[in-house]
């Protein structure tokens, strides 16, 4: 039992390519979720999935996209990287919408130069 | 939106101190407070948390007071130990329909043997 696993652990990016953070888990949770965590600035949500073939916008979404590909994976896109986008991100998942049981993955450190 | 201040950014104690974590919520209609702790490279994993019709929870050497009028909520770890270095996250959950946890800024806290 993996939990949350997230590829890749870094990846360093130029601006203006693009790429697909990946996550996964084997807990069979309905809801998934994506934030970032920057330096003196807490975690902010991204975007959500509450379940399979659903998705929000959290409270920074611009410049990402997601896919719900199927229960057990949540893909973040940056379709054009900038700097801004320097991060680290954690995916997480839990029960339909229990933010309260949250389980977050170790996260991708992506750095944009 | 919600917004949650967590006080101090940065806290040293010495082994077998307490420390005490403080934050502040903007929403009064929040109803659930957790706190995490993230270890260096680790994604933030729960360690307790308080539901708004409580007004103190414990467990072992960590304990959560909710002062619902003032709308603010603590962290008390007592006991200190090395492993208890780590950064620490408060957050808050709004009220009935709400599916997003704000976070506070993070307060890293140095356990000095």
């Known amino acids: 039992n993996a939990g949350v696993t997230q590829t890749p652990k870094f990846q360093v990016l130029k601006t203006g390519q693009s790429m697909t953070l990946q996550c996964a888990q084997d807990?069979?949770?309905?809801?998934m979720y994506w934030y970032r965590q920057d330096p003196g600035m807490g975690l902010r949500l991204i975007y959500y999935s509450a379940s399979e073939g659903t998705t929000d916008k959290g409270e920074v979404p611009n410049g990402y996209n997601v896919s719900r590909l199927n229960k057990r994976e949540f893909s973040l896109r940056l379709e054009s990287a900038a700097p801004s986008q320097t991060s680290v991100y954690f995916c997480?998942?839990?029960?339909?919408?229990?933010?309260?049981?949250?389980?977050f993955g170790p996260g991708t450190r992506l750095t944009v130069t | 939106g919600e917004n949650v201040e967590q006080h101090p950014s940065t806290l040293s104690v010495q082994e077998g101190d307490s420390a005490v974590i403080k934050c502040t919520y903007s929403?009064?209609?929040?109803?659930?407070f957790p706190w995490y702790k993230q270890e260096l490279g680790k994604g933030p994993q729960l360690i307790i948390d308080?539901?708004?019709?409580?007004g103190e929870k414990k467990d072992q050497r960590i304990a959560v007071t909710l002062n619902k009028t003032a709308k603010h909520f603590s962290l008390h770890i007592t006991e200190t130990q090395p492993e208890d270095s780590a950064v620490y996250f408060c957050?808050?959950?709004?009220?009935?329909?709400?599916?997003?946890?704000?976070f506070g800024k993070g307060t890293k806290l140095s356990v000095i043997p």
């Open positions: 929403d009064s209609a929040s109803n659930y």
């Open positions: 997480a998942s839990s029960e339909l919408l229990r933010v309260d049981e949250q389980y």
């Open positions: 957050a808050a959950k709004g009220g009935a329909g709400s599916y997003q946890l704000t």
């Open positions: 308080i539901r708004s019709n409580v």
């Open positions: 807990m069979n949770h309905n809801s």
